[in-house]
């Protein structure tokens, strides 16, 4: 081929990666340093040369750490859709990062993110008013607080897991439901604190809820 028709086949390439919009990058599927570890060199190069990336998924990278998640926040502002499930590295520096660059964010996987706080999920809440799935099972450190910041804020919710985040009350369960008509689904498996209460507030207030 001549270098001119290769050197189309190479734009054509750029702007075809500068374009993506969806993108799963789950270890099974891909491999990236020789030994099939998806590192934040790897996001951090995606994050740069593809702004308009509106889908990720993540899930089961454990060795990425903050700096590639920050790095996808600052350059991929559209994003509406990220699945770090079992990123466990992760702390709350990545998720205040994601809710203050990409307001736009509607469904939000943090399953087995347990080194998460309180902090993550306010400014998640306070900043992607626009949520409608948020999966939060696992995140130990979690307490009543994320969940009535979820609450006042983000009333658009469909799907919530809180499962195995054994600081949860009845207050805030109740609190969701009252505020949040729109829930489909919320998993409060394995909360040892909750009662029934709960679910009776959730199948009061949010007709469309399925126990």
């Known amino acids: 081929p001549s270098i001119t028709s290769s050197r189309a086949r190479i734009l054509r390439s750029v702007h075809d990666i500068a374009e993506l919009k969806s993108i799963s990058l ?4 891909f491999i990236f340093d020789g030994k099939g570890i998806l590192t934040d060199a790897n996001v951090t ?17 454990r060795n990425l750490s903050d700096a590639a998640i920050i790095s996808l926040a600052q350059h991929c502002p559209h994003l509406h859709h990220i699945d770090l499930g079992s990123c466990t590295k992760l702390t709350e520096a990545s998720i205040i990062s994601l809710s ?13 993110c347990s080194l998460l706080t309180n902090a993550a999920i306010i400014s998640l809440a306070q ?9 939060l099972t696992n995140c130990l450190k979690l307490t009543d607080t994320s969940i009535l910041s979820l609450a006042s804020s983000c009333s658009q919710l469909r799907h919530v897991d809180v499962s195995c985040c054994a600081n949860l009350t009845d207050a805030s369960i109740t609190a969701l439901a009252q505020k949040c ?31």
Do not use: E, W
């Not at 789950?26 to 599927?29: F, I, N, Y």
């Not at 900043?127 to 999966?135: A, K, S, Y």
């Open 26 to 29: 789950v270890p099974t599927r």
């Open 45 to 61: 190069h995606l994050a740069q040369h593809c702004p308009q990336l509106q889908h990720i998924s993540l899930h089961g990278c």
């Open 127 to 135: 900043n992607c008013r626009h949520l409608q799935h948020v999966d």
């Open 181 to 211: 008509p729109q829930l489909q689904h919320v998993d409060l498996s394995y909360c040892p604190k909750l009662t029934d209460a709960s679910r009776q507030s959730l199948m009061k207030h949010c007709p469309q809820y399925k126990s």
């Open 100 to 112: 203050q660059h990409c307001p736009r964010l509607q469904y939000v996987n943090l399953y087995f």
